[in-house]
């Protein structure tokens, strides 16, 4: 069964790494073949078979003129460009960056950032069908010069997304929200809409991935009923993300929401509540909190930084005091930089980091910390003593540790900072 159609990206590694100009890969055409079989009027057969040498009839010097920006001045450039539906989207970046992948994941970051717009974001990034990347890069000084060329294909047309945001706000329009309608009556009366009016689809058209298919067909898959919402909680000023991942049951690639309210986050699947509503029965994945059963997040939702971006609740709506989940608070502590008060010959001296059950040090005569020359010390208090020095130059870091859950869990390392010699 098909549940959710992700955007695919293929990184197709045709670097040409030169120091004057970009050279972009030759465009090799097919080898023709020319082959003949006719019966001419005596009847006897005439084949002729044979080749041609290829000739490549594709100029391309490059462009010499281009403007080369940061990833975030390129992204910004291109996001425009998915935006209104080109097929063929070419960046030009500037940056100290020599890994590729990295460079096109901060890029794609930029494109599908999220902001108030309800058709940009998670709306878009799931309406792209499919990307394809290839890319031409030079090195002059410290900096790589990348251009990068992206084919893409969608899902909906620009007219089919006129249609889709007519008749969405068609029917916001009969929700009658106002200034005084809270959160949660907001929410509510959004999802309560899509499980009443959208079933799931079946067929094996592309377009049941969409919010379209939601919203003027009536029938989706889960990837329509989730961004049919997103665009919906948008329109009506909620905090929203689409979240992929599996369906534990089935093993399924899956997606559903989460929403905000108040100062936190709750998780919503409409595509397994409106089956729940067919049958009469009720809601049991509206405002969940971060345990939310049958369901596991792709990697790249499950971070520390996105938790960060988007803290849980740690319950369900309405069962008690709205606290932050376990991931949300591990997330907050594990992303801490701790900073030194101060550091001499004698000391150090910790500035007091939140919730924190101790502290662990490194000092060392190297300043990658290679086991052979460092000791590692723990301690409670805010300042350790160092002990026994020898009269060389020193590098130190330390870290603030807690426990949850049964576990020990660190913040990042401090700055490191030098001890001098004696």
Known sequence: MNIIKRTIIFIIVSSCTVTASISSPSNKLAVAYAAQNTNNSMGHNLITNGSLPVRNNKLEAGNLFATYGTVTEAGKLAREEVYNHKTKVISYIKTKESNISTVVKKLEKVIYEESDSCDKGDFMLWHVDTS?????????????????????????????????????????????????????????????????????????????????????NGKAVC?????????MCKKAGLGVRVIPGIAEQSG????????????????????????NYEKEKQYICFLKGDKFP??????????????????????????????????????????????????????????KVSSAKGYQIKYSTKKNFGAKYTKTKRTKKLTYKFKKLKKKKYFTKFRAYTTMSGKKIYTKWSKIKKIKKS
């Open 132 to 216: 394809a990347t290839s890319y031409g890069v030079r090195k002059a000084g410290s900096y790589y010069y990348y251009t990068i060329m992206s084919l893409y294909s969608y899902l909906l047309t620009l007219d089919q997304l006129k249609e889709l945001d007519t008749r969405v706000n068609s029917i916001m329009s009969g929700f009658h929200f106002t200034s005084s309608t809270t959160e949660y009556d907001k929410v509510k009366t959004i999802y309560d809409y899509i499980c009443t009016h959208v079933k799931y689809s079946n067929d094996s058209t592309m377009i049941k991935y969409t919010a379209y298919a939601a919203a003027i």
């Open 223 to 231: 990837q329509g009923y989730a961004t049919l919402f997103y665009m």
């Open 252 to 275: 399924e690639q899956h997606g559903w929401n989460i929403v905000k309210i108040g100062n936190l986050y709750y998780n919503v699947d409409a595509t397994w509540d409106a089956a």
């Open 294 to 351: 049958l369901h596991t997040r792709w990697d790249d939702y499950a971070t520390a930084e996105f938790y960060l971006s988007y803290p849980m609740a740690k319950n369900a709506y309405g069962t008690g005091n709205a606290t932050i989940s376990n991931n949300t608070a591990k997330s907050k502590f594990t992303l801490i930089k701790p900073k030194f008060k101060k550091v001499t010959r004698k000391k150090a001296v910790f500035k």
